[in-house]
């Protein structure tokens, strides 16, 4: 059919008006996006030193024995490892994901876990499987920006709760509980995100014990656990008396092995636990089957707990680096804390300074943070911000802080 002529309007049902398509849900037109994540393009510039995102150091990566764990799987499993597999995940690896919890003191069978992609997935179908549009969820006050996402996007009422340099107040949980009914807290008790602190032990016992008296699901959240640099390990909310019939505890191979395997696993309650595989049905039918089977084989081979030793060791340095960068790097009577493991120290700058600023500044010197105010639940804070050392050197490190300093 020949084209119309030049100047001339087609004619025909092509000249009929469209009319636009129906608007987007109102849980995505209403939810606002990743603050971190917006950064991180930012900070992807070259020559940016970035304290931003909690990104594992690359050049730590295993990348010859993830290697050597991929090639044996096609070796031996290729169609195996290249068909559907269960929902719940390969047997050989919730197996070693149990025997490694049950080490650490928290009984657990494989029949306990199920493999996501991702601790977030694990978070995302937990939130699926007993949030409903309405229903009250409490939260640490700052919290990890994801959780705060993935609530709002299922409708929820989401409460902060007090907190102080050490975590949740329990006896303020306890007064929220009995006024808000909510449905669960999350919780990051361990090195959280986004201010490194960690809940000592007697007080994870008192929100065991609250969430038993009043009723409440607990969502632990517990993806930096194994990046401790000094101290010792605090049982998980799971093991104390009062939580075991009501704890979903979430864990990731992202900051032990690598992010880019989307692994993740999460331990629940068999009626819980049946809800989220019910969930993750729809979501995905099964995390990937070669990524599972060859982290189960590198767990095999490799000697996962002294490579998590040799990250710890960097991880340590890079910290105290970051430490001893903060007195230069940041205005005069400015405060931060030192945590004993993860990824990221909380900083707050002084009376009369907005860290929303400094970080506009701070980018046209070639050095990123993340303003703490986003993950705030309740009135943000917005003097404080999130640095993460774990992605830069030493020597990196301390340019950003001269950088920083110009800012």
Same mark, same amino acid.
């Given at each position: 059919?020949?084209?119309?002529?030049?100047?001339?309007?087609?004619?025909?049902?092509?000249?009929?008006?469209?009319?636009?398509?129906?608007?987007?849900?109102?849980?995505?037109?209403?939810?606002?996006?990743?603050?971190?994540?917006?950064?991180?393009?930012?900070?992807?510039?070259?020559?940016?030193?970035?304290?931003?995102?909690?990104?594992?150091?690359?050049?730590?990566?295993?990348?010859?024995?993830?290697?050597?764990?991929?090639?044996?799987?096609?070796?031996?499993?290729?169609?195996?490892?290249?068909?559907?597999?269960?929902?719940?995940?390969?047997?050989?690896?919730?197996?070693?994901?149990?025997?490694?919890?049950?080490?650490?003191?928290?009984?657990?069978?494989?029949?306990?876990?199920?493999?996501?992609?991702?601790?977030?997935?694990?978070?995302?179908?937990?939130?699926?499987?007993?949030?409903?549009?309405?229903?009250?969820?409490?939260?640490?006050?700052?919290?990890?920006?994801?959780?705060?996402?993935?609530?709002?996007?299922?409708?929820?009422?989401?409460?902060?709760?007090?907190?102080?340099?050490?975590?949740?107040?329990?006896?303020?949980?306890?007064?929220?509980?009995?006024?808000?009914?909510?449905?669960?807290?999350?919780?990051?008790?361990?090195?959280?995100?986004?201010?490194?602190?960690?809940?000592?032990?007697?007080?994870?016992?008192?929100?065991?014990?609250?969430?038993?008296?009043?009723?409440?699901?607990?969502?632990?959240?517990?993806?930096?656990?194994?990046?401790?640099? $000094? !101290? =010792? &390990?605090?049982?998980? *909310?799971?093991?104390?008396?009062? %939580?075991?019939?009501?704890?979903?505890?979430? +864990?990731?191979?992202?900051?032990?092995?690598?992010?880019?395997?989307?692994?993740?696993?999460?331990?629940?309650?068999?009626?819980?636990?049946?809800?989220?595989?019910?969930?993750?049905?729809?979501?995905?039918?099964?995390?990937?089957?070669?990524?599972?089977?060859?982290?189960?084989?590198?767990?095999?081979?490799?000697?996962?707990?002294?490579?998590?030793?040799?990250?710890?060791?960097?991880?340590?340095?890079?910290?105290?680096?970051?430490?001893?960068?903060?007195?230069?790097?940041?205005?005069?009577?400015?405060?931060?804390?030192?945590?004993?493991?993860?990824?990221?120290?909380?900083?707050?700058?002084? $009376? !009369? =300074? &907005?860290?929303?600023? *400094?970080?506009?500044?701070?980018? %046209?010197?070639?050095?990123?943070?993340?303003? +703490?105010?986003?993950?705030?639940?309740?009135?943000?804070?917005?003097?404080?911000?999130?640095?993460?050392?774990?992605?830069?050197?030493?020597?990196?490190?301390?340019?950003?802080?001269?950088?920083?300093?110009?800012?």
């Amino acid at each position: 059919m020949p084209a119309p002529a030049p100047g001339l309007a087609p004619v025909g049902p092509a000249a009929t008006p469209a009319v636009a398509p129906p608007p987007f849900a109102a849980r995505i037109r209403t939810t606002a996006p990743s603050a971190v994540r917006e950064i991180l393009a930012v900070t992807a510039q070259p020559g940016m030193i970035s304290f931003a995102g909690g990104l594992p150091a690359p050049e730590l990566f295993d990348a010859e024995g993830l290697r050597a764990a991929y090639d044996s799987t096609f070796a031996n499993s290729a169609r195996r490892a290249l068909q559907y597999s269960t929902t719940e995940g390969a047997p050989e690896l919730r197996a070693v994901v149990a025997a490694r919890l049950d080490r650490r003191g928290l009984a657990t069978t494989a029949d306990d876990v199920l493999i996501t992609t991702g601790s977030q997935q694990g978070l995302s179908l937990l939130t699926t499987a007993l949030i409903e549009p309405g229903d009250s969820v409490l939260v640490e006050n700052p919290t990890y920006l994801a959780a705060l996402q993935g609530f709002a996007l299922a409708g929820a009422r989401v409460i902060p709760v007090p907190c102080d340099d050490e975590g949740i107040l329990p006896d303020a949980l306890a007064e929220l509980v009995a006024r808000e009914r909510p449905k669960l807290l999350y919780t990051v008790p361990t090195f959280q995100n986004p201010t490194g602190r960690t809940l000592p032990s007697a007080r994870r016992a008192e929100v065991a014990a609250v969430a038993a008296r009043l009723g409440l699901w607990l969502l632990e959240d517990d993806p930096y656990g194994d990046l401790r640099y $000094e !101290g =010792h &390990d605090l049982p998980w *909310l799971a093991a104390h008396p009062g %939580a075991e019939d009501r704890t979903a505890l979430l +864990g990731s191979f992202s900051k032990v092995m690598a992010p880019g395997l989307r692994l993740g696993w999460l331990r629940a309650p068999a009626a819980l636990l049946r809800g989220v595989v019910l969930a993750k049905q729809a979501a995905d039918l099964h995390t990937s089957t070669v990524d599972q089977l060859a982290a189960a084989q590198y767990l095999r081979t490799a000697d996962l707990d002294a490579h998590v030793a040799r990250v710890r060791d960097a991880y340590r340095i890079r910290r105290d680096a970051l430490l001893a960068g903060l007195p230069s790097g940041l205005p005069p009577g400015s405060t931060w804390n030192r945590p004993e493991g993860g990824m990221f120290v909380w900083a707050r700058l002084p $009376e !009369g =300074h &907005d860290a929303t600023a *400094l970080l506009r500044a701070a980018a %046209a010197r070639g050095v990123a943070f993340v303003p +703490g105010a986003p993950f705030f639940a309740g009135p943000p804070d917005p003097r404080t911000l999130r640095l993460s050392f774990t992605t830069h050197t030493p020597k990196e490190i301390e340019e950003g802080f001269a950088r920083l300093s110009m800012a």
